[in-house]
Structure formats: structure tokens, C-alpha cells
Nanobody
Framework: QVQLVESGGGLVQPGGSLRLSCAAS????????VGWYRQAPGKQRELVAG???????NYDDSVKGRFTISRDNAKNTVYLQMNTLKPEDTAVYYC???????????????WGKGTLVTVSS
């Protein structure tokens, strides 16, 4: 069974930083595109950053220049470094990964359960 587990959320003051991690475990053969999404209360879930297996990254305009996505393929882990945080960044952050498991040729998307980021003074 494959699991994606997010960690690193918490309470931070405006202007502060956090680093989120998304660790995949289980019978993983390969991890392809991984996205970090967020959902604020009363709002739709939105993609804030994504990264391909080769390391190409893209960002939503709202986080460009402040957030950096990276990955360690050897550790099956994707990170989201969040700097200069603003109150409007407050949300539950989820990762979603397109994974191929051992012995299965399909590529399937998996979600983590999320980690809460609160930006407040």
C-alpha cells in the first residue's frame, strides 16, 4: 500500500518561513509529477507548485519568488520551502503524486492527508 505523508506545518508569523515535506512509502517503483496543493477555509483546493521527476518546477503566481519546490528521488520525498509567508497563505497543504508501484504498469495519483499552515501574528 502506498502512502503520502505531509509534515512540517504549523503556526508562523507573517514574514516567516516553513519547510513542508511529502514522503512517499510503500511498494514504489517510480514517482512522476508531484504537486503541492492548498485549501483555505471556504475555498477550492488549488495547485501552488509542481515538479516533474526530472526537476522542472512550476508555480502559481501567488507564490512565485517566495516558495520553492524540490525533490529527493532517492528518499521519495518532495519539499516545499515557503518564505515570506503571508496570512493569505493560511491553508491545509496537500501533496499529490503520480506514482507507479512495483509490478504494476499503471500510473496512479495519490493524495496525502494534509498539513495545516497558519500564518498569523
Amino acid at each position: 500500500q502506498v502512502q503520502l505523508v505531509e509534515s512540517g506545518g504549523g503556526l508562523v508569523q507573517p514574514g516567516g518561513s516553513l519547510r513542508l515535506s511529502c514522503a512517499a512509502s510503500g511498494r514504489i517503483f517510480s514517482i512522476y509529477f508531484v504537486g503541492w496543493y492548498r485549501q483555505a477555509p471556504g475555498k477550492q483546493r488549488e495547485l501552488v507548485a509542481g515538479i516533474t521527476r526530472g526537476g522542472s518546477a512550476n508555480y502559481d503566481d501567488s507564490v512565485k519568488g517566495r516558495f520553492t519546490i524540490s525533490r529527493d528521488n532517492a528518499k521519495n520525498t518532495v519539499y516545499l520551502q515557503m518564505n515570506t509567508l503571508k496570512p493569505e497563505d493560511t491553508a491545509v497543504y496537500y501533496c499529490n503524486g503520480d506514482l507507479q508501484t512495483t509490478g504494476d504498469s499503471r500510473i496512479v495519483g495519490y493524495w496525502g492527508k494534509g498539513t495545516l499552515v497558519t500564518v498569523s501574528s
